[in-house]
């Protein structure tokens, strides 16, 4: 067995910075150059023992806090970690740190990375069978922080995934004309990717694991302190692939249209209600 890629400490989550800067230098040309954006698998991740533990706390989920279930997002979990038991959180709080930031910046080239302490939208994701994520480009503003979205993280923690079962993370062209790469969520590979508003990914395949067990994902995002008056914030945007089924999301659009003819103070005060029920 190789060694892993970040040498965490199994029993202290602890990670060495120097440690962290040189996996992220010796992989920094392979990630930039990818295309169609910056993007890089990694396979062994991390030392296997710590997604073992994670896998057997998260035999006990709470009550997830969002549940989605519409066309473009279906029947996807997701789960906070300070409502995790305490290895898993721990791990998150390992993910948010400086030596793992370190890690990020060395391979990315991007300074300045911050982490979100609220893990807006992060934690541990779970898609059921027949659940899918369609192909999009994430939310690009963190308004509570007023921050620009870099960076996504994900670490996959499915034991001897096959690809004929579905929920592979897919990269697609900028211009949507054809995938350009594709990856089975395997125990302890991670996928990280520079994200904006036209990085397009998801897990369009449903998942059809023949044991019916989910796909499970821990999910992190990343940040600078680069948002300025001048960028429109959206949140995420989907776009159905040629020739396939895939819905349009009418909702985002009716929010577009909205956001461009009314004043400002009065979009938010409509939005607001229109989220609130849906709409």
Not at 80 to 109: C, V
Not at 156 to 180: H, P, Q, T, V
Not at 231 to 245: C, D, N
Request: aromatic share 10%.
């Amino acid at each position: 067995m190789s060694a892993p890629v970040l040498p965490i400490d199994p029993e202290t989550l602890l990670l060495p910075i120097e440690a962290a800067r040189e996996a992220g230098r010796a992989a920094a040309e392979s990630y930039r150059s990818n295309q169609p954006y910056p993007h890089g698998s990694f396979e062994g991740f991390l030392p296997p023992e710590i997604l073992e533990r994670v896998r057997n706390e998260l035999k006990e989920l709470p009550e997830a806090e969002s549940i989605f279930n519409r066309p473009q997002e279906k029947q996807k979990s997701s789960y906070m970690p300070e409502r995790l038991k305490p290895y898993t959180r721990s791990l998150f709080h390992t993910l948010n740190s400086r030596a793992f930031l370190a890690f990020l910046e060395e391979l990315t080239g991007i300074e300045g990375l911050i982490p979100d302490p609220y893990f807006a939208g992060g934690g541990i994701h779970v898609v059921a069978n027949g659940g899918h994520l369609d192909i999009h480009a994430d939310f690009n503003h963190n308004g509570k922080l007023n921050l620009e979205r870099r960076i996504n993280v994900l670490i996959y923690l499915n034991k001897d995934w096959r690809e004929e079962w579905g929920g592979s993370f897919e990269i697609w062209n900028k211009d949507m004309s054809a995938k350009a790469a594709s990856f089975v969520p395997i125990f302890n590979r991670m996928v990280c990717f520079n994200t904006g508003s036209d990085t397009w990914h998801g897990n369009p395949g449903p998942v059809a694991h023949p044991n019916g067990e989910p796909r499970m994902s821990i999910a992190l995002y990343y940040y600078t302190a680069t948002w300025d008056s001048s960028r429109k914030a959206h949140s995420t945007l989907f776009k159905p692939r040629p020739g396939t089924a895939d819905k349009a999301d009418r909702q985002e659009n009716r929010h577009a249209v909205l956001q461009n003819t009314l004043p400002p103070f009065v979009y938010r005060r409509i939005a607001n209600r229109l989220r609130r029920i849906g709409i």
